[in-house]
């Protein structure tokens, strides 16, 4: 949840200061509780530290900056013991000032360990579980005079889940690094090198990385990296070149990075579908590392996700077993973990998350693994804890999301699924290769559509200008509508703090309706009229019975489709679209009402109260 930066570097390149501070700025999505610094400096510590978003501490070190060092790290909160203050914002002090550490994650048994602190005499200033660990630190230093050694034995004696990241006053040039079910990678420099939770940390400095093993320890001096297991046994770890840049993770002329993403979920699609079909037409996901055989003789998907995922697994539920006949399910990570699903070596379980850190998804994936499932990680975030862990991984080439409300990498994870779901298809036999082929065209012509959307745009800004205080928003959807709809509202609650529920349209009549009174706006994802089928004109009814009781209804239709106008107080349309692929055009629309009614309200868009990007706590 927290970000961290770490740098070393020297006299001949740029300030500590500047470079974490820059680093703070591009992970701050992460967590804005509190942020603070670090700095070595001719053989001691300086720190600054302040409550509130990253701005405040930058305006502090504007009139008091920390004196010239090439040497530091940073940290970005959110708070999980105790309150968002000064004291509790990282760095915390261990040995009488000369070691600093930094922390994401939670530390299980800091009540125990801060007990045995206790009884041998140690202070504390902050309600922490993060100051434990440099009290510890500064202690093992003291006994074995090592920095690697002394992170080495502080590690083996956590539980639960931390990056840390320390400086010591003693060891000059250097930051050293542990990790436990936390993000960690290492940024790998000319003259410099950096340590970041993820990638945004660095940058703007290099776009070449070292992926962390789990339990490992990294020392990085300026011309040095050096990796080991928490026993200092020399450890290897994964190099890569990240395949965005700097120009990616900023806002490009955009008010808000949500604003931003939105406009590139075209795309975010296309990048999701380049490479994957072969001249003949014939699906190839070279990355899909599990036996043929075993993926025949799966005869149950299970997806496992969290919010905006979980609602892209949802969509994805009726593609997959439309196309593939396998029976499959779709459920909150948090709940698939505790309630002793039954999966088992024929099994496949879907593990769909945007950050790939997500710790609900993480224990979920672990669990299902232990039982025998096989599980395949569609993903956004390369190297990240879910792919690694997972037995094969699908990465959705999003680019960076950073807006905490996510929006591209729903589109490029529905996209993912579905090729998932047809690679399945066309290897067990239930679509011929033309019929494949018919729904990967239809795909392909997915991100003119949604540019099309985006065009049209305007009158939802203008709907949401004048809807700015309403208080509550309805949202209604069968089928693959009906996921959509609750993505709406979600979309809705968390950046614009407006109650707001998706309801499957059909459930209306067993209890919701009762909330409908005059003017209470509804917004109704209308299924394509094309077909004449049932669902359009279920729909159509379930419009006219709330128009009839006053609502005013938003209907997101098909162009053409004239049976929605009579009872439509607001029309939006979308181009012809086959049912399936649908969502990946109406719940834009949904996406920029939310955006700009946060907006129109003068809130924080891309960083909404009590959020953060990565939920990295269960
Ligand atoms: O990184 P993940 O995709 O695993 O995150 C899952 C959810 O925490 C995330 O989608 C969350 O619901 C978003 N803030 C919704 O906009």
């Known amino acids: 949840m927290c970000g961290i930066v770490g740098y070393a570097g020297t006299a001949a390149g740029p300030q500590a200061q500047d470079v974490v501070l820059e680093g703070l700025r591009r992970l701050e999505y992460r967590g804005y509780d509190s942020a603070g610094v670090a700095l070595q400096t001719d053989g001691r510590l300086v720190t600054a530290k302040k409550a509130g978003k990253l701005a405040r501490l930058v305006e502090f070190l504007d009139e008091d900056p920390l004196p010239p060092s090439v040497t530091g790290i940073g940290h970005t909160r959110w708070a999980t013991h105790g309150a968002p203050t000064d004291a509790n914002a990282h ?8 070691v600093a550490v930094i922390h994401n994650g939670i530390i299980e048994n800091f009540a125990s360990l801060k007990a045995g602190l206790l009884t041998d005499g140690v202070g504390f200033a902050s309600q922490t579980d993060t100051e434990v660990a440099a009290h510890l630190l500064a202690k093992a230093y003291a006994e074995t005079g090592d920095l690697p050694a002394a992170m080495c034995a ?39 090198n950096y340590l970041g939770s993820d990638v945004a940390a660095f940058i703007g400095h290099t776009r070449e990385a070292i992926e962390m093993g789990q339990d490992q320890v990294v020392t990085i001096t300026a011309s040095s990296v050096s990796i080991t297991d928490f026993d200092g046994v020399p450890a290897d770890g994964v190099h890569f070149h990240v395949d965005w840049d700097a120009a990616a993770a900023e806002k490009g002329g955009f008010p808000s990075f949500m604003a931003k993403e939105i406009n590139e979920q075209p795309q975010a699609v296309a990048d999701t579908l380049r490479g994957r079909v072969d001249p003949s037409g014939r699906l190839v996901l070279d990355e899909l590392h599990i036996d043929e055989t075993v993926l025949r003789s799966i005869d149950k998907i299970v997806i496992i996700a969290c ?21 499959c399910e779709v459920e909150l990570a948090h ?10 070596e024929k099994t496949l379980v879907v593990a769909v998350s945007q950050s790939g850190e997500t710790m609900d998804t993480i224990m979920a994936v672990r669990h299902a693994r232990e039982q025998g499932a096989r599980v395949v990680a569609v993903c956004n975030t390369y190297g990240s804890t879910i792919p690694r862990e997972s037995d094969a991984a699908l990465y959705t080439h999003a680019g960076p999301e950073i807006a905490v409300a996510s929006t591209k990498a729903f589109l490029a994870q529905i996209t ?45 800004r203008a709907m949401a200008r004048w809807m700015a205080d309403t208080r509550s928003v309805l949202f209604l959807g069968r089928h693959v509508g009906y996921p959509v709809a ?32 005059p003017g209470q706006p509804v917004f109704v994802i209308v299924p394509s009229p094309r077909n004449r089928d ?43 679209t086959p049912t399936l692929l649908a969502p990946l055009v ?33």
């Open 335 to 344: 709940e698939f973990r505790y309630r002793d699903p039954v999966v088992n």
């Open 307 to 327: 919010g905006t995922a979980s609602y892209a697994g949802q969509v994805a539920r009726y593609a997959i077993e439309h196309w593939c006949r396998i029976p």
């Open 154 to 192: 502080v590690a083996r004696s956590l539980e639960g889940a931390f990056t840390l990241l320390a400086v010591h006053a003693d060891v000059p040039g250097t930051v050293v690094a542990a990790r436990r079910n936390s993000p960690l990678v290492v940024g790998l420099g000319d003259g410099a």
């Open 91 to 98: 760095p915390h002090l261990g040995g009488d000032g000369t």
């Open 486 to 517: 609750m993505e709406g509202a979600l979309k809705l609650k968390e950046i614009a703090y407006i109650h707001a529920e998706g309801f499957a349209a059909g459930e209306l009549k067993h209890g919701p309706i009762a909330l409908i009174e």
């Open 534 to 576: 049932v669902l359009h004109s279920k729909v159509v009814s379930n419009i006219q019975e709330i128009n009839a009781r006053g609502a005013r209804t938003i209907v997101i239709a098909e162009e053409g489709d004239e049976d929605v106008v009579p009872y439509a107080d607001d029309v939006i349309w979308i181009p012809p």
């Open 416 to 460: 993912a699924c579905y090729l998932l779901g047809l690679y399945l298809a066309q290897l067990r036999g239930n679509k011929f290769a033309d019929e494949i082929s018919e729904i990967m065209g239809q795909l392909q012509a997915m991100p003119e559509k949604i540019q099309k959307v985006l065009d049209g745009i305007g009158q939802v």
């Open 586 to 618: 109406t719940v834009v629309p949904l996406q920029v009402f939310a955006c700009e009614l946060a907006t129109a309200k003068g809130l924080d868009v891309d960083q909404p109260r009590n959020l953060a990007k990565s939920v990295t706590v269960e």
